[in-house]
Structure formats: structure tokens, C-alpha cells
């Protein structure tokens, strides 16, 4: 009997999606992308430049049988359903599988869906469509850019600095770290000092003089100040207003990203593995669900749904006069609002009744997000603020604090606001009197540099300046550190020599495509192409004849870095002894290649770890070609043993060896944790 087939990209999302649809359905996965550009042609792009830009896909390495696979699945099918996640790289997906299955218009269908709930996935077959082509113009744009950019860049880069990539949006990234810390190496500390007078119930500080703002520079113009200060303080006036204060909007990709971070000190790229988690589905009691919509989103919109049952809700459980509005954001040309912002599939599924069935981080991270949502439905607090002008001799001193008289949305937010609230005395009947202060004290400060970037703060500033989008941002974090062009002091970015060469080359010969400016509005041509706005063959066009004559140059008239000496002479030709960066690490070689080819084999100490337990050797530590760790005999070919993770020495059960990895035992054999 036919069967109707339908195709996502995760394993574990088809196995929850199949559980909704019944036996007429078949839920198989494409474990992601399944082609990407060749590596041959001009240059390796995979993309024939000199003509009309059309790539070369192939399929990607180790996914034949994969694909094989789906092909027996469709031809075992009588329809077929493409429902890779609802962003531009999802659709680009599923136009490769369309593309490679050779399915026809008559035969399939692209659906899309923003949670993984029943409803959701049922509801999403009544709009099938066909593939949008703009939407994998855009895509497809953005990955020959990226290509472009990144294996023309890398190239120069490896021949000319001591760095191995260069990328469209991570160099400009690279960039603003660097940039800052120029700022802070460049930044003159200024002193000034703070005068504030000290009552039983709270603090005032100096801020004018005559009634016009005053600074105090050095501890001389401090003291003077002191000197005409009585302990008498006079009441000169007591402002009292009610505010509204706001929630803030439901999260989105950056800011929940910023978030975690500041919050549980979470890196991006965590965050996104638990929200990916948590958006496929946890197996709950009775069901298998996604908690949260989709994680990869730049709007702050909610479903009619969502609205309408959260609003039951908030008058059900708080009260009619905790319900909301809808907040409506600002127009922001670099959102795309492809779908709603990171919220709970519902509403009635709160953070302490799924507790059990998530991990501390998830639990963390759902919890976030669901009252983030809730909150920003929920009616705004209202605080009484107040500020109180104190005058003595002419010197004025100021006190501010607020009072919560409606706590709102913070009636569930509360501990994830930053701000901490001062509370001041009641001024009532006493406006025209006198105050007298315990102590009036002085203190010295200097100004501060602007702050190196948190990964929240770098993501935070990539969204505002509009390079990169929702998609990118964790794993350019994960680039700058792991290609050792930063590093994390503080949890802070820090360039690295070799971010710093790369940066300054980069801008001597390609400051006119490595900026802030021309990536965002390289982003804004992508957006034209998914709207159908803009040729993406043209926009293709116009950049690589702008950036390739700049790379040749560069090829020609970059300086290269002269490598380290060591102090040493080769023995063989008697040039210079110099580090090199290999494939595999830095390696000592003669300065004179190609001449002389002399390498020097450097003497590693034995590192012993236990008896090996088939022969009367020792298992040693060791290193592969590729300088990757394992574990041998040092009885080696005769005896064979090696191991990947360290042995322990101590045995299983089974008889197997017990190794460690990450802190946690397992047997070799038998796989046992131990």
C-alpha cells in the first residue's frame, strides 16, 4: 500500500511528528543538508564565476546511503511532504531534496511549521505549497558569498599571516573586538571624585552648584567643597511621579542568546543545542512534545492563539487586572519576521510542571522563555518615583528611589530584572524642613575604558549594527575562539596577536568590503532577493567585481610575516632555524625551504599510563599524523593495543579495559558506565 512520505532534517523530530500522524504516514530525516558547493573549478569555489554563477553541488561525503534511502522512500510513496525547519536554510534544503529526489510539482509539497505540537503539524497541511524560490535564491546567495569570501580570504590568509580563515560576517566581528580594544589601550583615565551625604534611611550625592551641574576633579577641590558643608541639609524640594514600567518583549534569537549568557553564564552555542532540544520535543509522561516554537527568529510577534489563550490564563491565575497588551514592535528594516518569536507551545504547560522531565540547563532555559512570554502579555508595573533635592550652603544633593504600587508584569518577572530598587523615606509633612546627615564622605574615581565585549554584548551590538543573522550568531562566537583569534579573559573577548594581524591586513587592502556598512547592506540585498526584489545572479555579479581584483592585489603586495627564529642553525645547510605552522601545528623547519628541506623531529617524553593488557609492554601516550592524542603499546607493530580515550588500568567485570573520557569511566568492551 502507498504510503504519503514526509521529510525533515532531524532524526529525533521525526520520531515525535510520526507519532502524530498515523500509519498513512512515513517520517524520515535528511539529517540536515544533504549537497553543498564542490570544492573544483576555478579557485575550488564550486561556483563557475566566469560565467552566470551557477554552483556545482555535490552530494555531501558519507550521506550516499542516506540518500539512496530516501529515494527507495519516495519511490515506495505516492506523495511527498518537505517539512525542513521554516527559515531560508530550510527551504534551501528542501530544494535539494527536491532537486536530488527528482520529485515532480505533481508529487510533493513544502509545508512549514513553527512548534512541533499536533495541532501545529496537522494544521500545517492545509497550506502546502510549492518550494519558494526566492526564499533558496536567498539562501543559495548567501552561501556562494560565503564561499567566495571565505575560501578566496582563507587563502591569503594562510599564505600571508600566521591566521587559517577570513569570513564575510566573522572578520567584521573580528574586527569590533579588536577596534574596542584599541579604544581601551588608547583610553586616558580621568579622575574625579564623588561627594555624598550619609542619613539614617538613605544617601544623596552631590550634583550641583548654584543650581548648575558640578564636577569635582582632585581630592583639593574635594576638600574645599567639604569645608563649606554643615551637617545641616534643607529640604529644597520632593518631586513624586507615577511611572509605568514596561516588560520587556519576548525573546528572540539574539536576546535570548544574551540572556543565558548574562544570566547562567551559558555560551551561545549551548544556548542553541538546549533551545534545539527543547523546540524537537521531550518525552513527557503521556506524549512526546516540542515546548517551545522555533529558536531561529528576529520577530517579537505571537499567533492569534497564543494571545488569546495566554490572556485566559493571566485572568484565570492573577486576575483581570494583570491582563496585557500585545506589544508592537518598532519598525527595524533588518528583521525578517518569518515567523513568531521563542515562546511556550503552550501556555498552560509551565516550567515547574515539566521539571522532572527536563535537565537543570533545560529546565533553566524553558523557564526563561516561558515567563519572558507570560510577562510580556501581562499589564505593565506601575512605581512611584520620587527625587529628592536636598541644599546646603548652595550645594545641591540629590536622592532618587521608587516604591512598586502595582507590581504587574514583575508579579512573575521579578527575579530577572536587573535593576535593584531603591526605596526612600516618606517625605509627607516634612518638604520645608531640615535633615541632618551622620557623615558626609568623599571618594575618588577614575573614568573607565569602554568594556571588552561578553559574548552577549558582541552578539547584542552584531544585531544593532545589522550584520549576521539569528542563524550565525553562535557559531561566529564558536569561530573566533576555536581559530585562537581571541581568546576569553573574564569571560571577555581578547584579540589575539594573530586576530590583531589578520584585522589590520584585511583592512590594508579590503576595508571597503570588510566593514560594518557594506555587510549590513549586503543583509538587506539578501532580504530583497527572498522578497523577489533583487537579481541574486547581478548581486553576485557586482561583488565579485569588486572583490576579486582587490584579492588579487592583495595576493601581489601583502607583506607576508616573516616567520620566528629559534636561535638555532640548521645542520644540514647552516640557514637559520624558523616556526613554521603546519597542517597539524607549529613544527621547527630551515628558514631556506625550498632549498633545504630539513624538519626538526622534535623529542617527545615518554608518558607512561598502565601495563598493556595483552603483551608485557606499556601503554604510552602517543600522537597520530594528525597530532590527535591516543594510547598504544610501546610494543608497537608487534603488539597492536591503542585506545582513543586514557585507559585507567583497572579492569571490568567483562575483563575489559576501563577508560575515561570527561570525567566519566566505561568499559572498552562491554560499553558499561561505570
Known sequence: ????????ESPSKSHTIEKYLGGDFKVVSSKGHIRDLATKGKYGLGIDVDGDFTPDYVDIK?????IDDLKKDVKASDFVYLATDPDREGEAISWH????????DSNYRRIVFNEITKNAILESFNHARLIDQDLVNSQETRRMLDRIIGFRLSKLMQAKTEGSSAGRVQSVALKLVVDREREIEAFNPEEYWTITAIFPEFEAELFNYNHKKIEVHDELEANEILGKLARSFKIESVEEKEKKKESKYPYITSTLQQDASNKFGMSSKKTMMIAQKLYEGIELEDETVGLITYMRTDSVRFSDEFIKSTYKYIETKYGHEYVGHVKVAKKNDNVQDAHEAIRPTSINRTPESVRPYLSNDEFKIYRLIYYRALASLMKEAKVLATTVILDNNNYQFKATGQVIIFDGYLKVYSEYEESEEKILPSFEGNKSS????????????FTKPPARYTEAKLIKEMEELGIGRPSTYATIMETLKTRGYTKMEDKKFVPTDVGIEITDKLQEFFSHIINVEYTANMEENLDEIAEGKMDYKKTLREFYNDFEPAVKAAFSEMEKKAPEQTGETCPECGSPLVIRKGKYGEFTACSNY???KYIKQEKREIVEICKCPNCDGMIVEKKSHRGKVFYGCNNYPKCKTAYWDKPTGETCECGGMI????????CNDCKNEL
Do not use: F, R, W
Open 1 to 8: 500500500m502507498a504510503q504519503k512520505l514526509v521529510i525533515v
Open 97 to 104: 531534496l527536491y532537486d536530488v529526489l527528482k520529485l515532480k
Open 62 to 66: 558519507g550521506k550516499k546511503k542516506l
Open 434 to 445: 531640615v535633615l541632618v546627615s551622620t557623615d558626609i564622605t568623599k571618594e575618588q574615581h
Open 594 to 596: 625550498p632549498t633545504c
Open 659 to 666: 577508560l575515561e573520557k570527561n570525567g566519566k569511566k566505561y
